[in-house]
């Protein structure tokens, strides 16, 4: 257990194991599906699967049709008759599921020439693979059972980073523009956002690859070994600042920010965080590593100099 008492996240979670948090058998709930025993894979995912669920959350079942064995059926939300728990059932393709595999692997494979060209991933994709790669599965199918793709949490993780890194950037800019004209109610406002974006595609690099945005603090607060110690930063921004002026506010949030932004990007090219960070002469500048190695000063312009460090 960590921090805010949700467990460690654990990959090798099993199907017995799943079920012991369920608090039922395999069995019960694979009878609780309608399914083709000896062509399609049943996996189960979700936040019970995370460790960040409750004796509430429903269980999300994927049916991964083998080829040639697809049912043309929407998502299906019940509750389970044996589980006594809400399920949402996904039928899909294989073809589907690899579709979504190769268009995650393709993006992630290289670093853009500048952050700004990624196109980034769609929100759904990446949610879909981030539950099929921690998925358990409940079933040993016979016929087709090695049609599945590997879903990688590395892959996931870049893919995750580089999509937030976008907004994080552009809210960047216009935070600093905001206060820049000294309004500085919007620019804590857009900060807010800014940081939120840049702490989810910093999580994703330390393998918290959820991209839901109601888990941001559950995933902050599971991190070990965390440079930058972000779930304290986030509870501080969160909170204990309220009672300064608004300047003040907004003059930390900006540091904070661009320090995560730095070390994003020093992660992405480098493969590890920096230990001693540059510090921004003015708050309406920050620095950033390019995808070529270089460490560059920016500004809200996209105006930037290099520095020698």
Not at 189 to 217: H, I, M, Q
Request: aromatic residues 10%; contains cysteine.
């Amino acid at each position: 257990m960590n921090r805010n008492g949700f467990p460690l996240l654990n990959p090798c979670l099993d199907r017995h194991e799943f079920a012991e948090r369920v608090g039922v058998s395999v069995f019960d709930i694979l009878c609780d599906l309608s399914f083709q025993p000896l062509r399609d894979l049943i996996l189960a995912g979700g936040s019970i699967v995370e460790g960040l669920g409750n004796k509430e959350s429903d269980i999300d079942i994927f049916v991964i049709h083998g080829k040639q064995a697809y049912r043309d059926e929407s998502k299906k939300v019940r509750l389970a008759s044996r589980t006594r728990r809400w399920i949402d059932i996904i039928h899909m393709s294989v073809e589907s599921v690899q579709s979504v595999h190769q268009q995650i692997y393709k993006k992630s494979a290289t670093l853009p020439a500048e952050w700004g060209q990624f196109s980034g991933i769609p929100l759904d994709a990446l949610d879909l693979y981030h539950r099929l790669c921690l998925a358990v599965q409940l079933n040993d199918p016979i016929l087709e059972s090695d049609f599945m793709p590997t879903f990688e949490r590395a892959v996931l993780g870049k893919a995750l980073c580089l999509t937030f890194l976008i907004p994080a950037r552009a809210r960047w800019v216009d935070a600093v523009g905001a206060f820049e004209s000294g309004q500085f109610g919007q620019a804590r406002y857009v900060t807010r956002f800014c940081l939120e974006y840049a702490l989810t595609s910093y999580c994703a690099l330390l393998g918290e690859t959820n991209p839901s945005e109601k888990w941001l603090a559950a995933k902050l607060a599971r991190l070990k070994n965390d440079p930058i110690s972000a779930f304290e930063l986030f509870v501080h921004c969160s909170y204990e600042l309220q009672k300064d002026e608004e300047r003040a506010i907004v003059t930390k949030l900006l540091k904070n920010v661009a320090n995560i932004l730095y070390q994003i990007t020093h992660r992405l090219v480098y493969g590890e965080f920096a230990n001693i960070p540059p510090t921004n002469e003015s708050i309406l500048e920050r620095y950033e590593v390019t995808t070529d190695g270089r460490n560059i000063i920016v500004n809200a312009l996209g105006e930037f100099s290099v520095h020698s460090m």
